[in-house]
């Protein structure tokens, strides 16, 4: 099992830009996809973005050339840069990471907690 750990999130204004982070703790053998999503009130989960172990990332049209995504393969970690913010992107943002661990041969799937963003106007 492994529990992916957020971290970052924040209040900030309305323009401003904030980086989240997502680490996969433990005996990691190869890790695929990275992929970020988010909950805002009262809606349904969104998919954001994601990168492959290839560096091939795609976005979803809500966040494309203001967010990007990238990733440290040697840390496990991914991350989302997020520009011009804005109140609309108030949400509980979320990682997900096909991991495959040490001796299992099988890539699982696996989320984090969640890391609050929470934009002003």
């Known amino acids: 099992q492994v529990q992916l750990v957020e971290s970052g999130g924040g209040l900030v204004q309305a323009g401003e830009s904030l980086t989240i982070s997502c680490t996969a703790p433990?005996?990691?053998?190869?890790?695929?996809?990275m992929d970020w999503h988010r909950q805002g009130p009262a809606k349904q989960r969104e998919w954001l973005a994601s990168?492959?172990?290839?560096?091939?990332?795609r976005y979803g049209d809500s966040v494309k050339g203001r967010f990007t995504i990238t990733r440290d393969s040697a840390k496990n970690t991914a991350y989302l840069q997020m520009n011009g913010l804005k109140p609309e992107d108030t949400a509980l943002y979320y990682c997900?990471?096909?991991?495959?661990?040490?001796?299992?041969?099988?890539?699982?799937?696996?989320w984090g907690q969640g890391t609050q963003v929470t934009v002003t106007s």
């Open positions: 990168t492959t172990s290839s560096g091939i990332t």
């Open positions: 997900t990471m096909k991991v495959q661990t040490i001796g299992d041969n099988t890539q699982r799937n696996y």
């Open positions: 433990g005996n990691i053998a190869r890790i695929n996809a």
